[in-house]
């Protein structure tokens, strides 16, 4: 899937979550000083940053099929080769990592398994592909809430409950699916303080993503009432959004 959105609008709606899970999804991966990473679908560039600050830039390259995710990492991390490259086609050299590594992407791949298979080819043997996506299934995503309340006020919803890699076990097994070994799983926690409603709502107001597309896809008494439902499900503010992240990693 490729957005169609300018970096600052992925970065209101998902990077204040994505943020705080580049870390120790870096960390489950086993990211350290030496290595070479490549960071695939990496969007603005919010787990490239964290590969840079263990790796430096010239051990680091990424790729993401947007081009205005690629125009804005480019700008922002200077020194880094940024490619625009689907994850089923990396334009790298067999086993050219040490570790390669995709936050939040493999449910949006038209083809995770093609896309994996790419991400163990550019790995070298020994090397580790990594991966995470959030329990969209499990409704323990950061859009646990929009999508409940989605449900609720009736149409025709398309959420991301049934996409590769969101329910429990699934990326565990795409890894095995292409010959990766030693195949470990966990489940990464996030949480993100909202000092308002407004805070919360906004973002999904600029038309990122499946959640994006629906808002925009409804009239103005629907998405009222959405907005609504919403507010009435939530906490009084200040509140927080905990979600938590399927992860797995496997050696080639």
Same mark, same amino acid.
């Given at each position: 899937?490729?957005?169609?959105?300018?970096?600052?609008?992925?970065?209101?709606?998902?990077? &204040?979550?994505?943020?705080?899970?580049?870390?120790?999804?870096?960390?489950?991966?086993?990211?350290?000083?030496?290595?070479?990473?490549?960071?695939?679908?990496?969007?603005?560039?919010?787990?490239?940053?964290?590969?840079?600050? @263990?790796?430096?830039?010239?051990?680091?390259?990424?790729?993401?099929?947007?081009?205005?995710?690629?125009?804005?990492? &480019?700008?922002?991390?200077?020194?880094? /080769?940024?490619?625009?490259?689907?994850?089923?086609?990396?334009?790298?050299?067999?086993?050219?990592?040490?570790?390669?590594?995709?936050?939040?992407? #493999?449910?949006?791949?038209?083809?995770?398994?093609?896309?994996?298979?790419?991400?163990?080819?550019? /790995?070298?043997?020994?090397?580790?592909?990594?991966?995470?996506?959030?329990?969209?299934?499990?409704?323990?995503?950061?859009?646990?809430?929009?999508? @409940?309340?989605?449900?609720?006020?009736?149409?025709?919803?398309?959420?991301?409950?049934?996409?590769?890699?969101? @329910?429990?076990?699934?990326?565990?097994?795409?890894?095995?699916? #292409?010959?990766? @070994?030693?195949?470990?799983?966990?489940?990464?926690?996030?949480?993100?303080?909202?000092?308002?409603?407004?805070?919360?709502?906004?973002?999904?107001?600029?038309?990122?993503?499946?959640?994006?597309?629906?808002?925009?896809?409804?009239?103005?008494?629907?998405?009222?009432?959405?907005?609504?439902?919403?507010?009435?499900?939530?906490?009084?503010?200040?509140?927080?959004?905990?979600?938590?992240?399927?992860?797995? &990693?496997?050696?080639?």
């Amino acid at each position: 899937m490729t957005f169609a959105v300018g970096a600052d609008a992925y970065e209101a709606f998902m990077g &204040r979550y994505s943020r705080g899970l580049s870390a120790p999804f870096a960390d489950f991966a086993g990211i350290v000083a030496g290595q070479r990473a490549l960071d695939v679908g990496c969007g603005p560039g919010i787990l490239t940053e964290e590969l840079i600050a @263990r790796l430096g830039a010239d051990a680091v390259a990424a790729v993401d099929p947007s081009p205005s995710f690629v125009e804005a990492a &480019r700008a922002r991390l200077p020194g880094v /080769t940024v490619a625009e490259a689907s994850a089923e086609a990396l334009p790298f050299p067999d086993e050219a990592f040490d570790a390669t590594l995709a936050q939040l992407v #493999v449910h949006f791949m038209p083809d995770p398994v093609a896309g994996l298979q790419e991400m163990r080819r550019v /790995t070298r043997p020994g090397g580790v592909v990594a991966a995470s996506v959030w329990d969209h299934a499990g409704g323990r995503g950061p859009l646990g809430v929009f999508w @409940r309340a989605a449900n609720e006020i009736g149409g025709e919803v398309v959420d991301e409950s049934r996409m590769p890699g969101t @329910r429990e076990g699934h990326l565990a097994e795409l890894f095995e699916a #292409v010959g990766l @070994r030693e195949i470990a799983t966990t489940v990464l926690t996030v949480s993100r303080e909202h000092p308002s409603f407004d805070d919360w709502w906004e973002p999904y107001t600029l038309g990122v993503g499946p959640a994006g597309a629906f808002v925009a896809s409804l009239d103005e008494r629907r998405r009222t009432g959405l907005r609504e439902r919403c507010h009435a499900m939530l906490p009084e503010a200040p509140f927080s959004v905990t979600a938590r992240a399927w992860t797995a &990693r496997g050696r080639v």
